[in-house]
């Protein structure tokens, strides 16, 4: 069969679909990544076929400065936010796919869940529609999608799929421990084991962010849509002092030289595979993003959650709730506050022992692989329904 796999230029949302992408080539399925030039290294490390399509996210950040007349995405109006960086580039990648799929004929198309164009690649092509999921199912992201789908349509001068979104098969990586308690907006769930990544032959954690002088380590990053250099800047404040070596993380936007002289036990780096990172901590510190927490998890790693916009704050009241680390928030953020939050995970057990509870919910989710049949044997079904 052919599974189309299509994605906003965004780590966040496309790395959790790789398991899944990884299982159906290995199944012997035909697969294609359809995104923009952002992920090319990304896709091309992990050897997926692409499909180059849709702006880059530099190009969508700009329109939407354009647009609010900030770069600060936490003061944007939310429905102008969507439809800036979801909805808009949506419909461009679907005015590009849609021939490409009819002349593709995918069978199943997945498609992360604020991406507009995998709907419409959906019904184009006839496939069986499948979201894909980030992290915790709250209400909020069922909210986005519903709104990406109504924007992009109007755009685009297509049905509307909102009405139909929560009824389509959605693939939920969220251990069920760390789901936010009774919310259930998708209609369809079907539960995917998440992976922290994969290491291939070969890679292995870069020379300078190896030879640090302290035992213990931990990992800072701000992903890479609120990574703003001020954010940064109060982060390094924070552990400067700690007597713990630090891997840090800036995304391909920043330039580490741009933070002066930091202490030995700081390492900086623009990009580093997580799967290569979080083996050799003990915490990590982050923007509360969806990725980095299910990989933190997978890994069993205990957390400081920074939040600052999107499902980042969702998150962050699950990774408390669960007792699998602390957040400091936008109100309280410090570089004192940070330090404290990381000092209290570091030095009580319990935020650990937390982690590795989630940990095993992980390990109880079905793997990539057993989506991958559920999935087949559902187009098998839905062809003998219209036979």
């Known amino acids: 069969m052919r599974f189309l796999f299509t994605t906003n230029p965004l780590m966040g949302h496309f790395l959790p679909m790789v398991p899944l992408i990884r299982a159906a080539r290995a199944a012997g399925h035909e697969v294609i990544v359809a995104t923009g030039s952002d992920l090319r ?49 949506g419909v461009l990648r679907a005015r590009q796919l849609r021939p490409m799929v009819a002349a593709w004929r995918p069978d199943v198309v997945v498609h992360e869940l604020a991406e507009f164009a995998g709907w419409e690649a959906a019904a184009v092509s006839g496939a069986l529609d499948v ?21 992009a349509a109007d755009q685009l001068g297509t049905p509307n799929r909102a009405p139909a979104v929560l009824s389509t098969p959605y693939l939920d990586p969220c251990p069920p421990r760390l789901r936010a308690p009774g919310i259930v907006p998708f209609t369809d769930p079907i539960p995917i084991r998440p992976e922290a990544g994969v290491v291939y032959p070969g890679e292995r954690l870069p020379e300078e962010l190896r ?25 390094f404040d924070a552990v400067r002092d700690l007597p713990v070596n630090v891997i840090a993380t800036v995304g391909n936007d920043q330039d580490p030289a741009r933070f002066g002289r930091l202490p030995d036990h700081i390492a900086v780096a623009r990009y580093v595979p997580q799967a290569l990172i979080l083996r050799h901590v003990e915490a990590v510190v982050f923007h509360g993003g969806s990725g980095t927490m299910l990989g933190s998890v997978a890994e069993g790693k205990p957390m400081v959650s920074l939040p600052m916009g999107a499902d980042q704050f969702v998150n962050s009241e699950q990774i408390v709730r669960t007792g699998a680390g602390l957040t400091v928030g936008p109100a309280q953020r410090t570089p004192e506050s940070i330090r404290a939050a990381i000092v209290q995970v ?42």
């Open 131 to 151: 979201v894909h999921g980030w992290g915790t199912p709250a209400q909020y992201v069922g909210e986005l999608a519903q709104r990406v789908c109504r924007v």
């Open 211 to 235: 030879h640090l002088p302290y035992g213990r380590t931990i990992y800072v990053t701000l992903g890479t849509a609120f990574n703003a250099p001020e954010a940064w800047a109060m982060a």
């Open 41 to 89: 290294n990304a896709v091309r490390r992990h050897g997926f076929p692409l499909w180059l399509v849709g702006p880059r996210f530099a190009e969508v950040r700009a329109d939407l400065v354009a647009s609010s007349g900030t770069d600060d995405l936490t003061r944007i109006e939310p429905l102008l936010r969507h439809t800036v960086l979801f909805a808009r580039p």
């Open 346 to 387: 570091l030095g009580y057990p319990s935020y650990a022992a937390s982690a590795r509870t989630l940990q095993a919910g992980v390990a109880a989710q079905p793997p990539a692989e057993q989506v991958v049949s559920e999935l087949v044997a559902r187009v098998g079904q839905s062809r003998q329904r219209v036979a």
